[in-house]
């Protein structure tokens, strides 16, 4: 059988997709992937990189953009669609598979108009818009949260959580250290909002400096400007623009300062770490704090948002945490209840039975 995922733009959108295609590759030999994106985001080298072949098309964003520019987008479109529609056929996709972002829109639609078995995957509790249109056209939604339900066909949906990447999902988790370790995620682009927080925070940090390590994934603008910065307050720090090894992070950490994408808090729920997260602000829907505040309601991080962080207000909420451990033993057993391992798997089952079922019945969806 043949897959052929759409999506990209970020990580967010990209590690879901790739673990759904090892999974699916781990069911036989025989199965091969493709994936659908662009030729200028992540997806330019984090699907080589994973060792899926890529074929673009010319899409761009709405969200965000100007009057001028969601015209542009809205004019190529049909050249998306053409592209995508030749991608599926000279693939001969048995499935398509849309992971979110503005590409999967094109990629999708363009299988349901074949007759191709069309399923998305929604990572977030409030839908993107893209996977909010297509769901009204696909045969399976699949959803992290059970938040999103409402957003989507009740008897076509279906939660399975966040699919993880193999090297989560296939490797053990690395033991911690001793000493206290703090571990700053921006994200995979990097965040000069945490950047800054966590530079002034540092004076206010000074009285455990010598009980504490930080590990602090900054994004190529502040790489040098951080580490000069750790290296001048005396603190044992680690800073790198961007680190592949995510698990390695995650298991010498005591607790993690993140963004709320919902990649990395599946992520943190599977490996079991407390959280302080500060959802990006300009989410689309500020979906990032509805993601984050499933974790909090239930006991599982803590959150700042954007309009209450500073350097000192982020300083006080490591502390707390160095300082009482039985909180942090309470968040991270609350977090784990949260992690659904057999989320790739369960896409796949599904994506199986639909691929099956359209063999049988060639005109299924013509009768939804």
């Known amino acids: 059988m043949i897959m052929a995922i759409a999506g990209g733009g970020t990580g967010g959108h990209l590690f879901p997709g790739i673990a759904v295609g090892e999974e699916f590759l781990k069911r036989d030999a025989d199965n091969s992937i493709f994936f659908i994106g662009t030729a200028h985001g992540l997806e330019s080298h984090l699907v080589p990189q994973a060792g899926f072949a890529l074929k673009t098309i010319t899409v761009r964003a709405f969200k965000g953009k100007g009057i001028a520019q969601r015209i542009i987008a809205a004019a190529i479109l049909p050249q998306a669609f053409v592209q995508s529609w030749r991608h599926l056929k000279h693939g001969r996709a048995d499935i398509v598979c849309g992971v979110g972002g503005y590409v999967s829109g094109p990629a999708v639609a363009a299988g349901v108009a074949m007759r191709i078995p069309a399923v998305i995957h929604e990572q977030n509790s409030f839908p993107g818009l893209s996977n909010r249109l297509l769901g009204k056209i696909v045969d399976k939604i699949f959803i992290s949260y059970e938040e999103s339900r409402n957003f989507f066909p009740p008897e076509r949906t279906m939660v399975t959580g966040m699919p993880l990447r193999r090297q989560f999902r296939e490797r053990p988790l690395p033991e911690r250290g001793e000493v206290f370790t703090v571990a700053v995620l921006g994200g995979s682009q990097g965040s000069r909002e945490i950047n800054r927080a966590m530079a002034t925070a540092l004076s206010f940090l000074a009285p455990i400096k010598d009980r504490i390590r930080i590990i602090h994934q900054s994004g190529a603008a502040d790489a040098a400007a951080l580490a000069a910065a750790y290296r001048q307050c005396g603190f044992d720090a680690r800073v790198e623009p961007f680190i592949d090894d995510m698990l390695s992070v995650y298991g010498g950490a005591h607790l993690i300062i993140s963004r709320a994408g919902a990649a990395t808090l599946a992520e943190i729920a599977w490996c079991g770490r407390a959280a302080i997260l500060i959802p990006y602000p300009y989410a689309a829907n500020n979906h990032q704090e509805k993601n984050a505040r499933v974790f909090v309601d239930r006991g599982a991080a803590l959150m700042l948002c954007s309009t209450e962080?500073?350097?000192?207000?982020?300083?006080?909420?490591?502390?707390?945490?160095?300082?009482?451990?039985?909180?942090?033993?309470?968040?991270?057993?609350?977090?784990?209840?949260?992690?659904?391992?057999?989320?790739?798997?369960?896409?796949?089952?599904?994506?199986?039975?639909?691929?099956?079922?359209?063999?049988?019945?060639?005109?299924?969806?013509?009768?939804?």
Not at 318 to 345: F, G, Y
């Open 309 to 368: 962080l500073n350097g000192q207000r982020l300083a006080q909420a490591i502390l707390d945490c160095e300082q009482h451990r039985d909180r942090l033993a309470q968040m991270e057993a609350q977090v784990r209840t949260l992690a659904q391992p057999q989320a790739a798997q369960m896409i796949v089952d599904s994506c199986y039975a639909e691929i099956r079922k359209r063999r049988k019945n060639p005109c299924a969806r013509c009768q939804q």
